[in-house]
């Protein structure tokens, strides 16, 4: 075995280190906006932002009360509900919960119940967002 940096499959460059954090729930937050999509600001902690292909992991906190409008992005992303509960496309999620909405698809995201909500957010793809002006029709 060689004892030079080992090549990662985009073509021979340098993989990058591991990204190894004990707690995510400790990362530094910092106020957040995306007023096409919430009505307030949230907190947001960046764990891994990786140009190609484009990988963007966040811890996320919503404060008790965000509204939030349906949306899309183009790259597909996962949730891990951390703490109190996340309201998802219609459904309610608590701490230990897994969500995985596809790109492209109408989604709608925001804290439910009376308290804030933490959870991991990995984007598969760089982030975007398009707001939606209604939610999408019930499936039968």
């Known amino acids: ?3 030079g940096p ?10 990058p280190p591991p990204v190894l954090i004990p707690d995510p729930r400790r990362v530094e937050l910092r106020a957040a906006s ?8 949230f907190q947001l902690g960046t764990l891994l932002l990786e140009p ?7 811890l996320v906190r919503y404060p008790a009360g965000l509204r939030a409008r349906w949306h899309r992005h183009r ?4 949730i ?3 703490e109190g509960q996340l309201e998802v496309n219609g459904s309610v999620f608590g701490p230990g919960a897994y969500c ?5 698809r109408p989604m709608h995201h925001a804290p439910a119940g009376d308290g804030p909500c933490t959870f991991l957010l990995l984007f598969h793809g760089p982030f975007d967002v398009e707001p939606l002006d209604d939610p999408p029709p019930a499936r039968p």
Do not use: F, I
């Open 6 to 15: 080992l090549s990662d499959q985009r073509g021979g460059a340098a993989a």
């Open 1 to 3: 075995m060689s004892e």
């Open 80 to 82: 891990l509900v951390l």
């Open 75 to 78: 790259a597909a992303h996962t």
């Open 100 to 104: 995985h909405l596809p790109g492209g």
């Open 34 to 41: 995306q007023p096409s999509v919430y009505d307030r600001d």
């Open 52 to 58: 190609e292909p484009g990988e963007e992991h966040y």
